[in-house]
Each structure stands twice: as C-alpha cells, then as structure tokens.
C-alpha cells in the first residue's frame, strides 16, 4: 500500500535540531542490515474516539518526523475497531489536528474498518491452524479462569472444542446469530504465562452495534490486540512506534504474526508517553471535563487537546518544538509546563506584534496637555524582528493606565506612579503625578500627570533617566474589548495521579478563567483577524478568539504570560 515519497516538511520552530534517540539506533541498525528492503515507514494511528492532546502531538511529531528524516514514508490510520465510542466528528478533528500541526500523510489516509474482512479471513486462518477458538464463558467466567500475577490460569471448557465447530461457531457469530456477551473468539496461547496478555486473549466479540463507516455489516469486531499488527502488517509498516503501556503486548503483537502465513512482520517499539504538570492526559477524564460542562468542550483554551491549544492561539510550531526538546525516553516521566509556555514565548516573541492594552483600567488625565490636541506618535511593532516596521498611536489629554501601576504610597521597589514621581509613558513622554480623585468608597477614579513636551517618544535630552515606564492607551481613541485570561486547568502538579484517591475534579482551578469585560485596546486592534497573535505590552500573548470573534469588536485569550520560569531556571 506504499506510494510516494514524504515530501511535505513542517515549517517554522526548532524543527531542524533532531538529536539522536534509542529508536532511531534501531531504525539506524535496521538499515544497516537492510532489514525492510532498507524502507522507514511509520504511521499515527489514533482511535477516533475523543479529540487529540499533547501527549498525542509527540506521538505524531515522532511518527512524521521520523519518516521525514529519513525520507519514508508515514500513514495516518484510524484504529475504529469501537462503534460503541466511534464518531466522525472525532475523524474529522482528528484530521484538522495532525494538519494544523504541519504534517501530511498525503493519499495514505486508512481505517482499521477498511481490513475487517481481511482481518476476519486472517482469524478463520487461526482457527483452521487449532490456534484460535470459540468461547462460551462470559466476561467475568473468563476473568476468573485467567488467574492473576501469581497464579496461572486454567483452560476453559471451550478450549478443546473441534476446528470444524469453531468455524460454524465464528461465522455464526458473524451473522449475529448471537447476543452481546454471549460468545467471543479467543487465541489459543498459554493460560499459564507469565504474561497475563498471552493467557488466551479475546480476538473478536459480539456487538450489535452500527459503525460509523460500515454501519450494520459486522456483528462483531476485532479488539485492539488482535487488529493493531494486522494492520501495521497490511500497510508494510516497518516500525511500529507505541507508547510503553504497550511493551507488555508486544509478545501477542508479535506472536499473532509469527502463526500466521505470508505476512510482513513489523518491529514494535515502544517509548514513554508524555505526562504534563497540570494536566490530565486520560481520555476518559477529558471526556468526563466535558460532559460535565467543566469546561466549555473540547476545544476549551484550558483543555491540553490540540484543537483547545489552537483555540488559544498556541502556534504549532511551538508545539513541534516542545515535542522535539523533550526527547523520547525509555520511562515515564513528568515533564514540566514551564517548559512548554518558554517554547511558546520563544516562538511568539520572533512573530508576535507588540499593542497596547490596559486590562484594568483607570483614567489619566494630563493637566498641561492641549486639550484639542491629538498627535500621532510612532511605535514600533517588534524589536525582534527588523522587517516587522511600525505603526502610529493616537495620543491625547486624557489615556488609560493600569490600576495596578499607581500607588499613593509604594513600596521601595516600586519604579511606576507615585505622587511626584516622573515615569515614562511608552513611546511618548515622561510624565509626573500631580494629584488624584477618589470616589466615596475610596477608590482612585482619575489621576492627574503633568507631561514634558521636550521628551516626545519617551526619552530625554538632558541625560535624565526614569526607572518606570508604562503602557497606556488613549482614551478618546480605545477599543473596548473583552480579554479571557487562562491559567493552568488544575491546581494540583499531577491531578492524574492514580496514587491519590481524591476525585481529580477537586483539583479544578476555581481561577483557570478570569474575564475581564472592560479592557481597553489601541484602536488599531479593531482591524485584527480571527485567531492572530500579539504581545500585549507587559502583559503577555494573547491570540483574538477564532469562534467569539465579532469585526471590529474581538476577544482575546491570553495564550500565555510574559514571565519565562523556565528559562530562568535553565540559566542558573
């Protein structure tokens, strides 16, 4: 089923920097012996039942990146061997994500459910061979004679049933002559491995249930044991690449090929999953986040699925470039999130636009100002990057600062607006508080500055340095805007901790979503699109909401802030 050559390449991120791993010594090793006519071709192979997440990205940056390297090939293949927890509102998102993270699978676009005859001739193959059989146990009967870590299983009394009524039984059960439960076709292995997976393990059962591609043609449906390596074997996949909780399985994946005839054997090989702090990675858990309407669904800017990342306006190349930094290990092990959100800054700072915008704000007004003036003051829209030009910014009398960057009294530490301080206002003048209002409660409502005509853009001939400056937005002039500042979902390191019998819910953060309804923006953001990025001056990355998006009139979602811990920490 190969065809054509892996010819498209992510762009952007820290792709070009592939270190060496113990996967790509055997993958070395295979081609040095010439193993699989000296092919490399992998594929992804999600089941389409939920939505991608990080852990799901290395996985694919993995595949992809590994046939790219070594100019293979790789499939996107959907394991829906579960019509149960099957949809194709799952298939199409999960073809959106792999897409939206840079990597094409080109023609090579396959279903478990295209081989289900296949699959089926193959088990008839097992039975014929005395390898495969029917059983009549239910699932507790089975649980029970399969023993446990210390002590072996015994044979069912379906065991030694004939060739001949094993295959009526099986094309019965096809027929859907049975109910569910009621028989299921199992391996003939050894019921007192040390290996729990080899103790006879289901291949097929019962389900009168609808596909969502074959609809009602099958009566039963392969597991996933069974299925995995017969499709990695019809598609000549040459390395099969699994997360770990697979390594225990790999003597069934390999012992299903090895007894069957004329058929290509690929390597399984397994490596750690990702495991992010703050996060919960179970499918399951997600689901139940969004049933219970925890979060808003699947896409939620807090989710760590895929289409929730691109919601908030995180680029994919950022999460190529994580994915790429952590590397693939033999053990599992938690990988911090501030390594995540420092390659998300690093990515962001090279592209991202510098606007201003005043999340909480409080009026300034600027007493020896004009007050029928307005002037256009250059700003520039990135330092990193020479090419990204610049822009004018109205200024007048009246602007907005942050509550925040003023205090009647202020610790010595503090370098914005105090009484009779002298402070910078970015990319316009120096200023100094002369007075301020309060209302009834005591709140500050307006704040008195007197300017210095002489520093037009922030800075002073006279050699006179201040140490604060400030960001602010003309009041005349300001969009107002809505702005949703996200934090981390979960206020415990591991939520997923299966150690802890707490339910992982009561970890949910109670601040994991602040919106702020009244910020106020530079005018140009009204001319903003769905889902682009800026740097909100001193604030962080924000990305316009691609599904709340009004012209004119967007919402922003803080991708992440400015402070960069982790960086921090790899400096020391």
């Not at 676009?109 to 097992?126: G, N, R, T």
């Not at 649980?143 to 044979?155: I, M, S, W």
């Not at 569910?180 to 059962?205: C, E, T």
């Not at 390659?343 to 009026?363: G, T």
């Amino acid at each position: 089923m190969s065809a054509g050559k892996n010819t498209a390449a992510p762009t952007g991120g820290n792709d070009s920097h592939k270190p060496s791993n113990f996967i790509k010594n055997i993958i070395d090793e295979d081609l040095k012996n010439g193993k699989n006519d000296s092919r490399v071709h992998t594929r992804f192979p999600p089941e389409p039942n939920g939505y991608l997440h990080i852990g799901h990205a290395k996985s694919i940056c993995l595949n992809f990146g590994l046939a790219q390297e070594y100019n293979g090939l790789c499939n996107l293949r959907f394991d829906d061997t579960n019509p149960v927890k099957e949809e194709d509102e799952y298939v199409n998102a999960i073809i959106e994500d792999v897409k939206w993270l840079g990597f094409d699978w080109q023609e090579r676009l396959y279903f478990a459910s295209d081989y289900f005859e296949k699959m089926y001739e193959f088990a008839i193959e097992l039975i014929k061979k005395g390898k495969a059989y029917v059983e009549d146990l239910n699932a507790e009967e089975i649980r029970q004679y399969r023993g446990t870590l210390t002590k072996p299983g015994k044979a069912s009394p379906s065991r030694n049933r004939n060739i001949a009524e094993n295959l009526d039984l099986f094309e019965r059960m096809r027929k859907g002559e049975f109910p569910d439960g009621a028989k299921v076709l199992r391996a003939k292995i050894d019921m007192s491995s040390g290996n729990m997976n080899m103790r006879d393990p289901v291949m097929y059962r019962i389900l009168h249930a609808s596909h969502h591609r074959t609809g009602d043609k099958w009566a039963i449906y392969p597991m996933y044991d069974w299925a995995h390596g017969l499709e990695d074997s019809i598609e000549s996949i040459t390395h099969s690449i699994c997360t770990l909780e697979f390594e225990d399985h790999r003597p069934l994946y390999d012992w299903f090929l090895d007894n069957l005839e004329d058929v290509h054997h690929p390597r399984q090989i397994e490596f750690a999953r990702l495991n992010l702090t703050y996060t919960v990675m179970s499918k399951r858990k997600l689901l139940r986040l969004v049933a219970e309407k925890h979060v808003s669904g699947w896409d939620d800017p807090r989710m760590p699925t895929i289409a929730g990342m691109r919601r908030r306006g995180i680029p994919p190349a950022a999460i190529r470039d994580f994915c790429n930094r952590i590397g693939v290990a033999k053990a599992d092990s938690m990988v911090d999130r501030a390594m995540f959100d420092s390659c998300i800054r690093e990515e962001l700072n090279k592209k991202a636009q510098r606007v201003m915008v005043v999340l909480d704000p409080v009026k300034v007004v600027i007493t020896n100002y004009p007050e029928d003036k307005v002037e256009d003051l250059p700003a520039e829209n990135n330092p990193e990057d020479e090419n990204a030009g610049s822009r004018m910014l109205p200024f007048s009398r009246e602007i907005y600062i942050e509550r925040e960057d003023f205090r009647e009294e202020a610790p010595k530490k503090f370098f914005r607006m105090v009484p009779g301080r002298e402070v910078r206002l970015k990319h316009a003048y120096y200023v100094k508080c002369t007075d301020f209002v309060k209302d009834e409660t005591g709140e500050i409502t307006e704040i008195h500055y007197e300017y210095d005509p002489a520093t037009r853009g922030g800075w002073s001939d006279d050699g006179r340095k201040v140490k604060g400056t400030l960001h602010w937005v003309s009041a005349m002039h300001a969009l107002d805007i809505e702005v949703r500042l996200y934090d981390h979902l979960f206020s415990k390191e591991n939520p997923d901790d299966s150690r802890d019998e707490t339910d992982f819910i009561e970890y949910l953060n109670p601040k994991s979503l602040v919106a702020l309804k009244n910020c106020k923006a530079e005018p140009g953001l009204r001319e903003c699109k769905q889902g682009e990025r800026f740097q909100f001056l001193r604030k962080g990355y924000f990305c316009s909401d691609n599904l709340d998006f009004t012209a004119g009139k967007p919402v922003f979602n803080r991708i992440v802030a400015l402070r960069d811990t982790w960086k921090k920490m790899q400096q020391k």
